[in-house]
């Protein structure tokens, strides 16, 4: 074979090369041409292309998302350690302890293979908060698939669920929350988002940075194989066709009981002060560990690519720097310390080898069989990819979609109808029981859950002897962020924020992953800059600064985009988790108040999609005071022990948040209507900052005085009592057993399962 190395290059100017084939335009191959002053080799070209794809360089992204870097610093107050470019956020949670966090995509790859690739999802997410130095505590999913009925949600949801249970179980970390959505457009193209959750001491904190000429560059873990070669960062780069064949490459295969030891091995080598840089091998495998160690240090590295542990010998030179095999890092260390860091890589049998060496000659240069096949400026490769200042125009088609609101839709006005109807929501697609899904995995490994799904948030002890912890949401709503793009992403950040504030716990810093359709469509691209401004200034509002997160385009089969999706994940510091407080009624006896205003909203509701398969009109208003008030009130109610449970009032509205709160513990309610309101919309409006309480009847007082003080709207709408029924009083009465029946059966009778 012929190796195609620097010099082959210089002499064979006009070889044709398969740049079209890896996923690169005209102009940006003609741009590495200008860079490097000659064709590049077939191996520079395979790390460009992977390093300059849109999972990797955020080319279409980039002069959008800039925003969430001047928001951080005006939000942190200190407490942002990291941010925006390092692997994950680090935020300081106080007494000397940080939690890094990050939520990122795999949803090409979950399409192709389902069980592959959301285990590799969660390998990886779980890799980049191991790159920080922090002990990964637990994971969090946002999946989003077609309709619940489709043939492809019936191979794909399966798979993908089995794949995000079986990697994370076997690592032993517990899934504590997440969201399952099912809509047309996401058929032929899942959502699938992992979150991850780690937490360290200050002083662990550990970057991606190559420095110190003459450090040693070794590679540990798993072996390369062919397994993922290009993988999700073209995968992620390219619209699905509805017909015909796409660029598909293999998507990765994961080794969960790898990816234990490398971590348990990772965190032994960063007690012990072996590490000066460390970079996990992710999206772009090797060509992204590399350039981005080098770019990010000293300038300058140099590796020998046939010290890469293979197991496929018939790997050329290019496959390898595309591989994105999984549970690989690579670490930066000092020669001083090599011998120690191999004796506890040996301990934990992960294999380690030295493939390169840190100098000072600002160019990242590779050799494979003795000849130099890679020779750039690391900057370029890594940070300097295009960016694009992609046209975007508010599509025609919004306005109308805006006037064809809700209102000419029949609404239920008996309470016969009433009833009905919210036996047919809570038994729907979107408001059903998901524990069919959740029970698939581990949500109490470690022992460290507090709360975990169906509660609002997850939550997680931190500290066992203080009782410090952290809360967990992610949220979304494809249909709201497709009626106004920028309120969808407010309202999906002012959920995630409430469910974090109703444990009790402070909401303090924000993730996000954004998912949208091709970037080549202006309609598109103004969804996804108006959703970006919209997230940005509601976290502005709010006081939480963008840690990170990840942008997942071309997300669309043929011409047909899914709804805009920017999933907002949220972070918040409980002071003890003893005080946590739990989504469901517990104790007969103690008074439901519901908190907020309630307005006549219907625009993108649940009751418009499962009723009358309507979207149109406008989401609910945002009302982020209002949030930040609820957030304050439930702090400090929390903390003074005067709430026994509180659940958040979203999608599906008070019937829905009253359903789950009954059935939680089998604890029944009663409750009336205020005069001022509506039957219909007390019961299923989405308006936003509510949320209901159960209130200990000693404690009533002194909660509706703090809630009067706080100006927070409050108003007593019932009793939990043990009579196994929700009895909305002059309108209906529904039995537990029948309403568990609706709201449990759905997704076992989907897929078959008892």
């Known amino acids: 074979m012929t190796i195609d190395t620097i010099e082959h290059a210089a002499k064979t100017p006009d070889q044709p090369q398969p740049w079209g084939e890896l996923g690169l335009k005209a102009d940006e191959y003609e741009r590495i041409r200008e860079l490097l002053g000659r064709r590049p080799t077939s191996a520079e070209l395979a790390m460009y292309s992977v390093m300059w794809s849109e999972h990797c360089s955020y080319k279409s992204s980039k002069v959008h998302l800039r925003t969430f870097g ?12 990291a941010g925006i470019g390092e692997n994950a956020g680090v935020v300081d949670i106080g007494q000397g302890y940080a939690v890094t966090f990050k939520v990122e995509s795999h949803n090409h790859p979950s399409y192709v293979e389902p069980y592959q690739g959301a285990a590799t999802g969660v390998g990886g997410i779980v890799r980049d ?50 969201e399952v959505v099912f809509d047309p457009s996401y058929a032929g193209n899942p959502l699938v988002n992992a979150l991850c ?17 003459g450090n040693k560059v070794i590679l540990y873990g798993a072996r390369t194989g062919g397994d993922g070669i290009g993988g999700v960062s073209v995968l992620a780069s390219e619209t699905f066709e509805s017909e015909g064949p796409a660029k598909r490459p293999s998507v990765q295969v994961g080794d969960p009981f790898m990816e234990k030891l490398l971590i348990e091995c990772t965190l032994e080598l960063f007690a012990e002060g072996l590490v000066v840089g460390i970079q996990d091998l992710g999206g772009a495998g090797l060509s992204c560990a590399t350039s981005e160690l080098a770019s990010a240090g000293d300038g300058g590295m140099h590796v020998v690519l046939d010290r890469v542990p293979l197991r496929d010998a018939t790997l050329a030179p290019e496959e390898i720097l595309m591989s994105e095999s999984q549970e690989r890092m ?30 000072e000659s600002g160019r990242l240069t590779i050799e494979w069989r003795g000849e130099t096949v890679v020779d750039v400026p690391p900057r370029t490769v890594a940070h300097e990819g295009p960016v694009y200042q992609r046209p975007f125009a508010r599509p025609a088609w919004q306005d109308t979609l805006q006037a064809a609101g809700p209102s000419t839709l029949a609404r239920p006005s008996t309470g016969a109808e009433l009833r009905s109807t919210l036996l047919r929501l809570i038994g729907s697609a979107n408001l059903c029981s998901r524990a069919w899904i959740t029970d698939q995995y581990d949500r109490y490994v470690l022992g460290n859950t507090v709360l975990a799904q169906p509660e609002d948030a997850g939550v997680l002890r931190v500290d066992p002897e203080t009782g410090l912890g952290v809360a967990l949401s992610t949220d979304a709503n494809g249909r709201y962020a497709k009626l106004d793009p920028y309120l969808g992403a407010q309202l999906a950040l002012a959920e995630a924020y409430r469910n974090v504030a109703v444990t009790g716990a402070r909401p303090l810093a924000v993730t996000n992953c954004l998912n949208f359709g091709s970037p080549e469509d202006p309609a598109v691209m103004w ?21 990170g997160g990840n942008v997942s385009l071309y997300n669309q ?20 988790v003893a005080g946590r407080v739990p989504s469901g009624f517990n104790t007969p006896g103690h008074i439901i108040y519901l908190l907020g205003d309630t307005d006549d909203e219907f625009g993108g509701s649940e009751w418009a999609h499962v009723v009358h398969g309507h979207l149109g009109g406008q989401p609910p208003a945002v009302r982020l005071d209002a949030e930040r008030d609820l957030a304050e009130l439930f702090y400090h109610a929390a903390r003074d022990g005067l709430i026994a449970a509180a659940h958040d009032v979203s999608d599906g509205g008070l ?14 309610a009663r409750v009336w209507v205020p005069p001022e309101l509506d039957p219909f919309v007390f019961l299923f409006s989405e308006s936003t900052a509510r949320a209901i309480v159960a209130v200990p009847h000693p404690e009533e007082v002194r909660f509706t005085g703090m809630c009067a003080a706080r100006g927070v709207p409050h108003e007593r709408i019932g009793v939990v009592d043990d009579a196994d029924a929700l009895d909305v009083q002059g309108q209906f009465t529904i039995g537990l057993d029948e309403l568990r029946a609706a709201h449990e059966g759905t997704l076992p009778a989907a897929f078959g399962a008892d």
Not at 70 to 81: C, D, N, V
Not at 197 to 213: F, I, K, N, P
Not at 557 to 565: R, Y
């Open 70 to 81: 001047e928001l951080a610093q005006e939000t942190s107050t200190g407490k942002l350690l």
């Open 557 to 576: 089969t043929g011409d047909t985009a899914i709804l805009p999706t920017p999933v907002v994940g949220v972070l918040g510091v409980i002071d003890d």
């Open 330 to 359: 690579m670490a930066v260390v000092e020669p001083a310390m090599v011998e120690r860091f191999m004796r506890i890589c040996e301990k934990w049998d992960v294999q380690a080898d030295i493939v390169g060496e840190v100098n």
């Open 129 to 178: 908060i191991l790159a920080m130095g922090a002990r990964p505590i637990g994971v969090m999913d946002s999946l989003r698939f077609g309709p619940l009925e489709a043939a492809d949600t019936q191979r794909v949801l399966p798979g993908v669920v089995a794949g995000v249970g079986g990697y994370g179980n076997c690592l032993g970390l517990p899934n504590i929350g997440g």
């Open 655 to 668: 019937a829905q948040a009253l359903s789950e709160a009954v059935l939680r513990h089998g604890v029944g």
């Open 527 to 547: 969804q996804f800059a108006e959703a970006v401004r919209g997230l940005a200034d509601g976290c502005r509002t709010l006081g939480t600064p963008v840690t």
């Open 197 to 213: 959750v780690g937490v360290m001491r200050h002083e662990d904190l550990h970057l991606a940075h190559a420095s110190g000429a």
